[in-house]
């Protein structure tokens, strides 16, 4: 069997294990990854049909890389079948490919852009109990999501996501004041679903797990399709996500990888304590660990040690590297974003022009992607290539749902957002008459098929059209060819909708919409995985990068992403942006521990994706704003005392710190001051 000689005893361990369940918990850049990688690829080699192994991941863009390095390790063709996917875009695939077991295949999945136009409907549906609330209908989303992926009561999600978790008379009181109006309104929220046949991300997963759970049958069919289960980033799993994978134990054998001290999801009900509990969970299984870091060198775990040290919590991780001394990480402190962004694109242009070193060898991390605007804005004026990860994505785009919402209707004329999308984007039709159009449809789809609702509805040249698109789209089988049908009717609209931007943004993605599209075999499939995967990536090349400079031909690229998408990449050098007072941890985390820590982990994340160069740049302005004083020119002194800010503290010898100074470019000016005529300039003759 050909296993890598490149792994350790522990990763070799783990990868040959023979067991029933296994967790490798272990820190960053041990080599989870890797061992993942190797143990598919074993267990293929060992005869295991590569359609009976699933690898679920937090991205698609992860499960696409590690399903390709494990067909890279094998002879050719020996992969093919393997599938990697996210839990929600599993569960979507596993209620198409079972309509019968799961009873939801006529369904569409929503987005939570959707889920919010449905929450606003209801919302002015109840508008007696809606009144008597001060809550957004996005906040009542959150508090339906909350409650449904950590498994809280609607009494405790209120109290987390509106209270701040306080446990007091004055907050039980007022929670039970707004409680029922609450519940009405999520109670029409899940009826109006289920009446336009909808399912939500988390329906995916709480339709699967609930039939696995309570219905023999379905665990006995899946029993069949399914030999081992491997899951990645296991500490970002949530309630939900577990009760999902719970019956799996009986069905298949589990191989999970976690880092506790990667946990970032908790706002998304993650509890790495979950990891701790894997033992006690999960009968016959085992726990193994990796100690040795390979990515990056000791002063970069130093640092990273540091910040996990002076946490609370008791993480019991010390990465050690097996490749030595390097680089003393830099701390850059600025004093406004524009010199922070000159200053990385000074630093990627020195390394790209004197040390060797390509654009790609860069990964630049910020909190969010409106953080990095600047960046961006700096890039394309000096010409550095760029992709960006995280941030909004192409499925989401306006000019994309536009078109989508076509396809949708065809898919699931119940789709009432989609009718109101699609109703709307014709010329002279408002929101008053496509409710009304919509009303039509509604109360006759039952009895009658489409292109005749709409003659009567819409009657007149317009309703013809129409129809005869629907049609024309219904009949072809071909997902590619049905893009390009909608297309070819609504493009004229579109370039006038966004003219703008349509030449230089947004034509261009039509192209790779039907390239996605014919990718899928049905028309479901792809609206149900298409929304879910959010397309970064096709065929190498970035659909969404906002650079303009990142050509086809041009694949080298600084990448620019949120942490939270950064999740298992590495980078020769990495520069974590804005790493200063309220922003780590952030002003919105100071009264919560959890969140405080949590950021702790975001901030470690960051750091430990550094392999040679590790650069933290830090606004010494918001230091500044912080205490009301400047920065001390002497680095010696202590930069910041806000008790909370993840650098107070920070041992000298663990960073090199330098302070930009604002360039001013050295004038010849006159000896001494010319008058001014303000007159000038003005005939008024
Ligand atoms: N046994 C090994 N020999 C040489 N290199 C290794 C070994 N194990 C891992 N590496 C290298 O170390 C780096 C980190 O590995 P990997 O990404 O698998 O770690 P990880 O535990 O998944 O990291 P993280 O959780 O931080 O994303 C990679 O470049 C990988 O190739």
Known sequence: M???????????????????????????????TKTIIARAAYLIQSGIDPSKIQILTFTKKAANEIVERVKATLPQSDGNSLSGATFHSWCNQLIVRFPNLFGAAAYTVIDPDDQLSIMKMVCGNQNLDFGKLRIKPQQLIDIYSLARNTKKSLTESLRIKLFKNKK??????EISTIKPHVENILRAYQLKKGEQRYLDYDDLLLVVSTQLRTNPEARNILSQHLDYLLVDEMQDTNPLQWDLLDPFVSICKLFCVGDDAQSIYSFRGADFKNVHLFKERVPDSEVYKLEKNYRSTQEILDISNWLLEKSPINYNKKLQSIRGSGELPRLVN??????????????????????????????????????SKSLQAVFIRRKIPYVTYGGRKFMQAAHIKDLVSLLRIVN?????????????????????????????????????????????????EDGSKIAKLYESIKSKSDVGEMVDTAYEAMSLGLAFRYRRDWNEKRRGDFPVLKLLAKSYPTLGEFIGEGLLDNSENMNGMNVLSESKLNTAENKDHV???????????????????????????????????????????????????????????????????????????????????????????????????????????????????????????????
């Open 168 to 173: 007091d008379a004055d907050t039980d009181y």
């Open 334 to 371: 600025v004093s406004d974003e524009w010199q922070e962004a000159n200053w990385v694109a000074d630093e990627i242009l020195n390394n790209f022009t004197h040390q060797d070193r390509t654009f790609s060898d860069h990964l630049v991390l910020a909190r969010s992607q409106y953080y």
């Open 559 to 685: 990448i620019i992403s949120t942490i939270h998408s950064a999740k298992g990449l590495e980078a020769d050098v990495c520069i974590v942006l804005n790493v200063s007072p309220k922003a780590f941890p952030s002003a919105w985390s100071l009264d919560n521990l959890a969140e405080i820590e949590e950021d702790r982990r975001v901030l470690y994340v960051a750091m430990t994706r550094a392999k040679n160069r590790l650069i933290l740049t830090r606004n010494t302005s918001s230091i500044s704003a912080v205490h009301q004083r400047a920065l001390p020119t002497n680095m010696d002194s202590k930069t910041d005392d806000a008790d909370t800010y993840f650098l107070n503290d920070l041992p000298d010898n663990l960073v090199e710190q330098l302070i930009v100074e604002h360039k001013f470019g050295k004038v010849n000016d006159a000896a001494s001051p010319n008058k001014i005529d303000l007159s000038s300039g003005m005939d008024f003759s």
């Open 2 to 32: 050909n296993i890598p000689d490149t792994l350790n005893d522990g990763q070799r361990k783990a990868v040959e294990f023979d067991g029933e369940h296994l967790l490798v918990l272990a820190g960053a850049g041990t080599g989870k």
């Open 412 to 460: 699931n004329p119940y789709d009432e957002i989609a009718w109101i999308r699609f109703l709307t984007f014709q010329e002279g039709v408002g929101e008053v008459r496509a409710s009304r159009i919509l009303q039509q449809v509604i109360e006759n789809v039952e009895k009658d098929d489409i292109p005749n609702i709409l003659q009567n509805a819409m009657p007149g």
